[in-house]
């Protein structure tokens, strides 16, 4: 106890960050305030953090807009696409056709033949 009471004691106080200074005319008088800005290394690596944060944030929204664009056109390729067993179907209808087409002209071309060999 008798060694706390010998110490003085030390009042610390905070620096500001800005500090006015009265700018004064040639006569002597205040004309107004400037300002004087202390920047320190926290305030410089704070401004660093926000601007990165800015970009990424925008990078982020472009890439989200372009994961929207190819969940739409993966959407419009489901909607469009055929499947194997329906391919397979509009094929096996297309080919009864053919097959009825070319069963109609060889008639027609016998039929043909016929006439010419009378």
Do not use: C
């Not at 030390?10 to 800005?18: D, E, G, N, S």
């Not at 700018?23 to 290394?41: D, F, K, P």
């Not at 489901?78 to 391919?87: A, F, G, I, T």
């Not at 179907?89 to 053919?98: C, D, H, P, Q, S």
């Amino acid at each position: 106890m008798a060694l706390a009471k010998s110490m003085p004691v030390v009042k610390i106080l905070p620096k500001p960050y800005a500090k006015l200074k009265r700018t004064t005319t040639h006569g002597g008088q205040s004309v107004g305030a400037r300002m004087e800005l202390h920047i320190n290394g926290i305030m410089v690596f704070n401004a660093l953090v926000s601007i990165a944060v800015f970009f990424i944030g925008l990078w982020f929204k472009r890439l989200d807009g372009e994961f929207k664009q190819l969940h739409d056109e993966v959407d419009q390729v489901k909607r469009d696409y055929l499947s194997k067993e329906v391919s397979n179907i509009v094929n096996k209808n297309v080919m009864e056709k053919l097959d009825a087409i070319t069963k109609q002209l060889n008639s027609i071309t016998e039929k043909l033949d016929r006439k010419a060999d009378k």
